[in-house]
């Protein structure tokens, strides 16, 4: 039963995972920038809650309701500065770009908030510590409940906005081919700042999250861009479904290792990231020769 | 009324020169056919014509107004609409998607989703399946009524026929027709050059990016259109 409740575990802390990769994914799927700056930009996004809750003294819900726009509005800005210019430069100068935001907002956080680690869950209210037991030993925390179900919601409305809505439609036609998107009267510049805008929304929740349910610094970024990075190559590149149960598995593979030992938690998520990588991308034939 | 004034265009692509100061008036009404060998410049005048390609110099005019630098989806909204070579649909959205998504700068018009369809009757049965399903023949009917959902003034075809079996050529041919007897202004490229003399009113005939040859398609004679096109005897 430990093993089945781990498993549960591993679901919520996968929801939480999944709501960090989204904002990874559209960024991909859209423009095929990989964004390395997600991670900082998720932490970023924690810090502007920290100071709204500092300084209003309000619940951390309510203060991220108000950094939301905020972060809609540095995600829109980020694309049509930086991030539109290096996109013309060819593929690989998105990454080197996002490579040093991410350096330039580390530096930032800690020039502004010192390194030391913060945490959110104190202004959440009751629920972070609440939880229920159930029947055969499995334990529900409220928590991780809201996170699973708020991640559903969003892969859940960023699909039925895809497939339904004509704007939807318009970011699909120009992730598929910006030129002819262009020539049926599309903005494809606009398409890609208010992709750009969501994914930095849905990354600062990510962060939201992150910050009451555990504890985060300025050098936060990198580890949580590592575990939204691995569900989105699990769950296969650009597939927004797919990063969902990416993050998902994710989650299991890594309350499922702890239960081996400990130590052994992330490293079991990372052993599934490398047999999915040999498995779906053909790495399995280069494997067996070099064993031969 | 002069609806399309190219004025010593240049194209480059880096090094390579395409269109080597090419003018070129297109009146309102008219169909025009451009002709030409591979690499002549035909596809990258019409893609600088809506907007696809920057010129590196001269001017591109629309019903006066100049459009040289403005980016191609404001052209769509003033009216200039390009099917391009290759028909370049969104493969994973369904027909009607790929139709309905070019109407976000429309003009008032006749062109919408149920005219279309019945300009194309083939796709009405197609109407909810994804792009990349269909045949050659169903996808350049749905990029040319792509391009007909803005409700153009001035129709751009690359080479609508590239690629398509001689019978579903003429029912492509047959549509145009149709649209081309409502009054819509087309500028189109076409290989093949019967079938150019038949729809247009006026054949251009570029060789390495220049025009060697401007005519009404009616008193034109085939020896001279083959000599323009090879370019066997150069005009001094």
Redesign the interface.
């Known amino acids: 039963m430990t093993l089945l409740n781990a498993a549960l575990q591993g679901v919520f802390l996968g929801a939480f995972y999944a709501v960090l990769a989204c904002g990874l994914s559209i960024m991909f799927g859209v423009m095929r920038i990989i964004n390395l700056a997600h991670g900082d930009i998720a932490v970023l996004g924690a810090y502007v809650v920290f100071v709204i809750v500092e300084h209003a003294g309000v619940s951390a819900f309510i203060a991220f309701a108000a950094a939301l726009p905020v972060m809609v509005v540095l995600g829109y800005v980020l694309q049509i500065t930086l991030l539109e210019r290096s996109l013309k430069a060819g593929i690989l100068t998105p990454l080197l770009a996002t490579f040093g935001l991410s350096i330039v907002i580390q530096n930032l956080l800690q020039l502004a908030f010192s390194p030391d680690v913060q945490s959110l869950g104190g202004s959440a209210g009751a629920l972070t510590t609440s939880s229920w037991q159930l029947a055969g030993g499995l334990s529900v925390s409220a928590l991780g409940l809201v996170v699973l179900v708020v991640a559903v919601l969003v892969f859940g409305a960023l699909q039925l906005f895809l497939a339904r809505t004509?704007i939807g439609?318009?970011m699909?036609?120009t992730a598929?081919?910006a030129?002819?998107?262009?020539?049926?009267?599309?903005?494809?510049r606009s398409v890609y700042a208010w992709a750009t805008a969501m994914a930095v929304a849905i990354a600062a929740l990510g962060g939201f999250f992150l910050a009451i349910r555990s504890v985060f610094d300025p050098v936060s970024g990198p580890t949580q861009l590592i575990f939204a990075f691995e569900a989105v190559v699990i769950g296969g590149m650009g597939s927004l479904w797919g990063t969902l149960l990416g993050g998902i598995a994710l989650g299991v593979a890594q309350t499922l290792g702890a239960q081996v030992h400990p130590q052994f938690a992330v490293m079991a998520g990372h052993l599934l990231f490398l047999i999915v990588l040999i498995v779906r991308f053909g790495g399995g034939r280069a494997v067996l020769r070099a064993a031969r | 009324m002069t609806l399309l004034n190219v004025e010593a265009l240049d194209c480059r692509y880096g090094l390579l020169q395409a269109v080597r100061s090419v003018s070129l008036r297109v009146e309102a009404g008219e169909t025009v056919a451009l002709i030409g060998a591979n690499g002549a410049g035909k596809t990258t005048l019409l893609r600088a014509v809506?907007?696809?390609h920057r010129p590196h110099s001269g001017r591109v005019v629309f019903d006066g107004v100049d459009i040289t630098r403005l980016?191609?989806?404001r052209r769509?909204?003033l009216g200039i609409?390009?099917v391009?070579e290759g028909r370049?649909?969104?493969?994973?959205?369904t027909v009607e998607?790929?139709l309905?998504?070019?109407?976000?700068?429309?003009r008032r018009g006749p062109w919408n989703v149920q005219s279309v369809l019945e300009v194309f009757p083939m796709l009405q049965q197609r109407r909810r399946r994804p792009a990349a399903s269909l045949s050659g023949g169903e996808q350049q009917a749905v990029a040319i009524g792509?391009?007909l959902?803005?409700n153009p003034r001035l129709l751009l075809l690359d080479e609508v026929s590239l690629g398509l079996a001689p019978i579903v050529v003429d029912a492509v041919y047959r549509s145009l027709a149709g649209i081309i007897s409502e009054g819509s202004t087309v500028l189109l490229v076409e290989q093949d050059l019967t079938r150019a003399l038949r729809v247009a009113g006026r054949v251009v005939c570029l060789l390495e990016g220049r025009v060697v040859l401007e005519e009404a398609a009616g008193g034109l004679d085939r020896d001279r259109v083959v000599n323009a096109y090879f370019g066997l005897r150069r005009p001094a």
């Open positions: 004509r439609w318009m699909r036609a598929e081919d030129d002819a998107a262009e020539l049926v009267g599309i903005n494809s | 809506a907007g696809a980016p191609a989806h769509v909204a609409a390009l391009p370049r649909l969104f493969p994973s959205l998607e790929n309905r998504v070019a109407a976000s700068r429309r792509r391009a959902m803005s």
